[in-house]
């Protein structure tokens, strides 16, 4: 059973479109989070919601919109695609973050043409 | 604000060999260190963690001790596989956040 699963794996879209990540865990934490992964393998949080409130927004283009229908998924919107969006985006959960840290998914790769 | 530092990579080594990656960090209290391991093509995985002063983490022949006194999360193996070959991002609590190090790129030569 995966415990953090993000569909789709890949995907290749071109400047302008609109798309959605989804992200769904089964853990039963109740914090979700985003986070982008540059070519350097550098990870910079997004946003983070706590049973379905936000509580992380970083400094994102408003073009980024994460939804959170329930507290098991977590899903990221990008609207007018750029190619400096390209990049590897990680959904990740918790439940006690100081003893357990987080459980990443498997990723998303958005690559922008 | 709180933050991590780890060595600059890549880091090649030959099987067999010691390993250390150092890893310091900034914080305001008492954060929960965490060291995470990313092989190709996958997400983060937690390989080790420390959530007070003096304690060690091990995992998968990996430890690292928190040193308040020298504020550092260290990671050391005695001896590595090519099947190390990976990313080691060391990572604490911040808020309600991890924040993680840039990150130091391993590879294990046969």
């Known amino acids: 059973d995966t415990a953090v699963s993000q569909t789709p794996k890949y995907l290749v879209t071109q400047m302008g479109n609109d798309k959605s990540i989804k992200c769904e865990q089964n853990?039963?934490?109740?914090?979700m989070y985003w986070y982008k992964q540059d070519s350097k393998k550098f990870l910079k949080i997004m946003f983070s919601?706590?049973?379905?409130?936000?509580?992380i927004n970083e400094t994102v283009p408003n073009r980024f919109s994460p939804k959170s229908p329930d507290k098991a998924h977590l899903n990221l919107h990008i609207n007018s695609l750029e190619l400096g969006d390209s990049a590897v985006y990680f959904c990740?959960?918790?439940?006690?973050?100081?003893?357990?840290?987080?459980?990443f998914g498997s990723g998303t790769r958005l690559t922008v043409v | 604000g709180n933050s991590v530092t780890q060595m600059e990579g890549p880091v090649t080594l030959s099987e067999e060999a010691f390993l250390t990656i150092n890893c310091t960090y900034t914080?305001?209290?008492?954060?929960?260190l965490f060291w995470y391991v990313q092989y190709p093509g996958e997400g983060l995985q937690l390989l080790l963690k420390?959530?007070?002063?003096?304690d060690k983490g091990s995992n998968k022949g990996f430890e690292a001790t928190y040193r308040k006194e020298t504020t550092s999360f260290h990671l050391e193996k005695g001896s590595v596989q090519v099947s190390d070959s990976a990313v080691y991002f060391c990572?604490?609590?911040?808020?309600?956040?991890?924040?993680f190090g840039e990150g130091t790129q391993l590879t294990v030569n046969p």
């Open positions: 990740a959960s918790s439940h006690d973050r100081d003893l357990y840290g987080y459980t």
């Open positions: 853990l039963g934490h109740d914090t």
């Open positions: 919601y706590n049973n379905k409130e936000l509580i």
């Open positions: 914080a305001t209290g008492y954060p929960s």
């Open positions: 420390a959530t007070k002063a003096d």
């Open positions: 990572a604490l609590t911040s808020g309600s956040r991890l924040t």
